[in-house]
Protein backbone atom coordinates (compact mmCIF):
# COMPACT_ATOMS: atom_id res chain seq x y z
CA UNK A 1 0.00 0.00 0.00
CA UNK A 2 1.04 3.51 -0.33
CA UNK A 3 2.53 5.43 1.87
CA UNK A 4 2.23 9.02 0.32
CA UNK A 5 -1.00 10.88 1.98
CA UNK A 6 -2.46 12.84 -0.93
CA UNK A 7 -2.77 8.99 -2.29
CA UNK A 8 -4.38 7.74 0.06
CA UNK A 9 -8.00 7.27 1.34
CA UNK A 10 -9.15 8.40 4.95
CA UNK A 11 -10.06 4.99 6.12
CA UNK A 12 -7.04 3.88 4.63
CA UNK A 13 -4.57 6.49 6.84
CA UNK A 14 -7.12 5.34 9.91
CA UNK A 15 -5.80 2.14 9.26
CA UNK A 16 -2.04 2.65 8.95
CA UNK A 17 -2.51 4.96 12.13
CA UNK A 18 -4.06 2.19 13.61
CA UNK A 19 -1.16 -0.18 13.13
CA UNK A 20 1.43 2.24 14.28
CA UNK A 21 2.44 4.51 11.30
CA UNK A 22 2.37 7.39 13.60
CA UNK A 23 5.48 9.35 11.94
CA UNK A 24 5.10 12.36 9.02
CA UNK A 25 7.95 12.94 6.69
CA UNK A 26 7.33 16.49 5.54
CA UNK A 27 9.35 17.20 2.65
CA UNK A 28 10.30 20.92 2.32
CA UNK A 29 11.36 22.27 -1.18
CA UNK A 30 12.00 25.43 -2.93
CA UNK A 31 11.16 27.01 -6.09
CA UNK A 32 14.36 29.46 -6.84
CA UNK A 33 17.35 29.74 -9.74
CA UNK A 34 19.75 26.73 -9.63
CA UNK A 35 22.31 27.88 -12.45
CA UNK A 36 21.21 28.14 -16.14
CA UNK A 37 21.24 24.49 -16.29
CA UNK A 38 18.70 23.21 -13.27
CA UNK A 39 15.24 23.52 -12.61
CA UNK A 40 14.14 25.93 -10.08
CA UNK A 41 12.13 22.88 -8.43
CA UNK A 42 15.36 21.21 -7.58
CA UNK A 43 15.42 21.67 -4.11
CA UNK A 44 11.38 20.40 -3.87
CA UNK A 45 12.64 17.06 -6.22
CA UNK A 46 15.39 16.21 -4.28
CA UNK A 47 13.59 17.26 -0.96
CA UNK A 48 10.56 14.33 -2.16
CA UNK A 49 13.36 11.87 -3.25
CA UNK A 50 15.58 11.96 0.18
CA UNK A 51 11.90 11.51 1.80
CA UNK A 52 11.26 8.69 -0.32
CA UNK A 53 14.31 6.72 0.39
CA UNK A 54 14.14 7.47 4.50
CA UNK A 55 10.43 6.62 4.18
CA UNK A 56 11.86 2.88 2.44
CA UNK A 57 14.34 2.48 5.56
CA UNK A 58 11.00 3.42 7.99
CA UNK A 59 8.15 1.56 7.04
CA UNK A 60 5.77 2.74 9.77
CA UNK A 61 6.35 6.84 8.12
CA UNK A 62 3.36 8.44 5.99
CA UNK A 63 4.80 10.54 3.67
CA UNK A 64 3.27 14.36 3.31
CA UNK A 65 2.91 15.81 -0.09
CA UNK A 66 6.15 18.27 -0.78
CA UNK A 67 5.64 22.22 0.52
CA UNK A 68 7.57 23.90 -2.85
CA UNK A 69 7.93 27.15 -1.43
CA UNK A 70 10.39 28.10 0.93
CA UNK A 71 12.50 30.84 1.90
CA UNK A 72 14.46 32.02 -0.54
CA UNK A 73 15.21 35.76 -0.33
CA UNK A 74 18.98 35.13 -1.36
CA UNK A 75 18.21 34.68 -4.81
CA UNK A 76 16.55 37.79 -5.64
CA UNK A 77 17.09 39.09 -8.94
CA UNK A 78 17.34 36.10 -10.50
CA UNK A 79 13.78 35.99 -12.30
CA UNK A 80 11.53 32.87 -11.19
CA UNK A 81 11.98 33.66 -7.62
CA UNK A 82 8.70 32.56 -4.96
CA UNK A 83 9.38 32.91 -1.37
CA UNK A 84 7.59 33.07 1.57
CA UNK A 85 8.19 35.57 4.55
CA UNK A 86 9.93 33.57 7.57
CA UNK A 87 7.04 33.46 9.79
CA UNK A 88 5.04 32.63 6.61
CA UNK A 89 6.66 29.41 5.95
CA UNK A 90 6.43 28.54 10.18
CA UNK A 91 2.71 29.19 10.42
CA UNK A 92 2.60 26.90 7.66
CA UNK A 93 4.42 23.90 8.96
CA UNK A 94 3.21 24.68 12.72
CA UNK A 95 -0.84 24.42 11.12
CA UNK A 96 0.01 21.43 9.53
CA UNK A 97 1.58 19.57 12.35
CA UNK A 98 -1.34 20.90 14.60
CA UNK A 99 -3.84 18.84 12.41
CA UNK A 100 -1.17 15.56 12.25
CA UNK A 101 -1.55 15.52 15.98
CA UNK A 102 -5.41 15.71 15.76
CA UNK A 103 -5.37 12.41 13.89
CA UNK A 104 -2.99 10.39 15.72
CA UNK A 105 0.53 11.11 14.26
CA UNK A 106 3.57 11.16 16.99
CA UNK A 107 6.26 12.56 15.28
CA UNK A 108 6.69 14.77 12.88
CA UNK A 109 9.85 14.72 10.23
CA UNK A 110 10.68 17.84 8.39
CA UNK A 111 12.90 16.89 5.34
CA UNK A 112 13.96 20.71 3.70
CA UNK A 113 16.02 20.28 0.33
CA UNK A 114 17.13 23.63 0.76
CA UNK A 115 19.15 24.95 3.55
CA UNK A 116 17.50 29.06 3.51
CA UNK A 117 14.86 27.16 5.10
CA UNK A 118 16.67 26.85 7.94
CA UNK A 119 15.63 29.40 10.19
CA UNK A 120 12.18 28.99 9.52
CA UNK A 121 12.22 25.59 10.93
CA UNK A 122 13.65 26.58 13.91
CA UNK A 123 10.79 29.04 14.50
CA UNK A 124 8.51 26.43 13.88
CA UNK A 125 10.19 23.63 16.02
CA UNK A 126 10.03 26.25 18.67
CA UNK A 127 6.51 27.11 18.25
CA UNK A 128 5.28 23.11 18.32
CA UNK A 129 7.40 22.58 21.19
CA UNK A 130 5.78 24.97 22.80
CA UNK A 131 1.95 24.20 21.16
CA UNK A 132 2.11 20.80 21.17
CA UNK A 133 4.38 19.26 23.50
CA UNK A 134 3.64 15.45 22.68
CA UNK A 135 4.67 15.85 19.26
CA UNK A 136 8.23 14.50 18.72
CA UNK A 137 9.79 16.69 16.38
CA UNK A 138 12.97 16.02 13.76
CA UNK A 139 13.96 18.82 11.90
CA UNK A 140 17.28 18.44 10.31
CA UNK A 141 18.03 22.37 9.27
CA UNK A 142 19.55 21.67 6.03
CA UNK A 143 20.55 18.59 3.56
CA UNK A 144 22.96 20.58 1.36
CA UNK A 145 25.13 21.19 3.85
CA UNK A 146 28.67 19.22 2.54
CA UNK A 147 28.29 16.58 5.13
CA UNK A 148 30.83 14.11 5.64
CA UNK A 149 28.94 11.15 3.99
CA UNK A 150 28.68 13.55 1.09
CA UNK A 151 32.27 14.54 1.01
CA UNK A 152 32.88 10.78 1.64
CA UNK A 153 31.44 9.26 -1.83
CA UNK A 154 32.54 12.54 -3.65
CA UNK A 155 36.51 11.91 -2.72
CA UNK A 156 36.32 8.73 -3.50
CA UNK A 157 35.75 9.41 -6.95
CA UNK A 158 38.26 12.21 -6.90
CA UNK A 159 35.82 15.49 -6.80
CA UNK A 160 36.37 17.89 -4.26
CA UNK A 161 34.11 19.87 -2.13
CA UNK A 162 34.50 22.85 -3.84
CA UNK A 163 33.41 20.63 -6.87
CA UNK A 164 30.02 19.42 -5.31
CA UNK A 165 29.35 23.19 -3.95
CA UNK A 166 26.83 23.98 -2.35
CA UNK A 167 24.17 25.00 -4.58
CA UNK A 168 23.42 23.91 -8.14
CA UNK A 169 27.18 22.40 -8.47
CA UNK A 170 28.38 18.46 -8.95
CA UNK A 171 26.55 17.60 -5.80
CA UNK A 172 22.90 18.93 -6.92
CA UNK A 173 23.70 18.12 -10.47
CA UNK A 174 24.54 14.63 -9.59
CA UNK A 175 21.81 13.89 -7.43
CA UNK A 176 19.16 15.35 -10.75
CA UNK A 177 20.91 13.37 -13.21
CA UNK A 178 20.00 10.79 -10.62
CA UNK A 179 16.73 11.79 -10.46
CA UNK A 180 15.22 13.38 -13.20
CA UNK A 181 17.76 13.65 -16.29
CA UNK A 182 15.43 15.10 -18.43
CA UNK A 183 14.95 18.25 -16.94
CA UNK A 184 19.02 19.19 -16.47
CA UNK A 185 20.41 21.21 -19.32
CA UNK A 186 23.59 19.52 -19.62
CA UNK A 187 25.08 21.37 -22.28
CA UNK A 188 24.05 24.93 -20.09
CA UNK A 189 26.35 23.63 -16.95
CA UNK A 190 29.19 25.89 -16.30
CA UNK A 191 31.37 26.49 -13.16
CA UNK A 192 30.45 28.60 -10.76
CA UNK A 193 31.94 29.88 -7.57
CA UNK A 194 34.48 27.27 -6.67
CA UNK A 195 36.58 29.19 -3.85
CA UNK A 196 36.35 29.40 0.06
CA UNK A 197 32.82 29.63 1.25
CA UNK A 198 33.58 31.29 4.03
CA UNK A 199 35.21 34.00 2.23
CA UNK A 200 31.67 34.87 0.65
CA UNK A 201 29.60 34.30 3.47
CA UNK A 202 29.02 38.03 4.71
CA UNK A 203 28.22 38.75 0.71
CA UNK A 204 25.67 36.24 0.53
CA UNK A 205 23.70 36.99 3.55
CA UNK A 206 23.57 40.81 3.17
CA UNK A 207 22.97 41.36 -0.93
CA UNK A 208 22.35 36.77 -2.27
CA UNK A 209 23.81 35.09 -4.45
CA UNK A 210 23.82 37.25 -7.42
CA UNK A 211 26.85 39.74 -5.91
CA UNK A 212 28.90 36.32 -5.50
CA UNK A 213 28.29 34.12 -8.55
CA UNK A 214 26.69 35.72 -11.56
CA UNK A 215 25.41 32.76 -13.23
CA UNK A 216 23.98 31.55 -9.87
CA UNK A 217 26.52 28.77 -9.17
CA UNK A 218 28.76 27.25 -6.10
CA UNK A 219 30.51 24.49 -7.52
CA UNK A 220 31.24 22.81 -10.42
CA UNK A 221 28.18 21.35 -12.13
CA UNK A 222 30.23 20.13 -15.39
CA UNK A 223 31.76 17.39 -14.02
CA UNK A 224 28.41 15.73 -12.67
CA UNK A 225 27.39 12.17 -12.67
CA UNK A 226 24.02 10.57 -12.79
CA UNK A 227 25.49 7.39 -10.54
CA UNK A 228 27.60 9.14 -7.88
CA UNK A 229 24.21 11.44 -7.57
CA UNK A 230 22.61 8.26 -6.65
CA UNK A 231 24.92 7.80 -4.09
CA UNK A 232 24.84 10.85 -2.91
CA UNK A 233 21.39 10.51 -1.64
CA UNK A 234 21.45 6.94 -0.94
CA UNK A 235 24.36 8.00 1.48
CA UNK A 236 22.86 10.81 2.98
CA UNK A 237 19.58 8.88 3.46
CA UNK A 238 21.29 5.99 5.08
CA UNK A 239 22.95 8.78 7.57
CA UNK A 240 19.45 10.61 8.12
CA UNK A 241 18.25 7.79 9.37
CA UNK A 242 20.62 6.47 11.32
CA UNK A 243 20.48 10.17 13.31
CA UNK A 244 16.85 9.72 13.63
CA UNK A 245 16.92 6.47 15.11
CA UNK A 246 19.49 7.70 17.68
CA UNK A 247 16.41 9.58 19.14
ZN1 LIG B 1 19.26 23.52 -4.17
Given at each position: ?T ?8 P???A????G?T ?14 H ?5 D ?5 A ?10 TA ?7 V??S ?5 F????S ?6 A ?5 C ?13 V????G????A????A????N???T ?10 E ?12 A????QI???AG??E?S???A ?7 REA ?6 G ?5 L?TL?T ?14 P??A?A???A???D?Y?T ?9
Amino acid sequence: MTHRLADMTWPEVAAAVAAGATTVILPLGATEQHGPHLPLGTDTIRAVALADRVAARLPTALIAPALPVGCSDEHAGFPGLLSLDTATLAGVIVDCARRMVAWGVRRLVVLSGHGGNATALALAAERMRNEMPTLALWLPTALRELDAVIVAVAASEAITPAQIGSHAGDGETSEMLALSPALVRREAAEVGYCGEFAAILPTLRTLGLQAVTPNGVLGDPTVADAARGARYLDAYATALVENLNAL
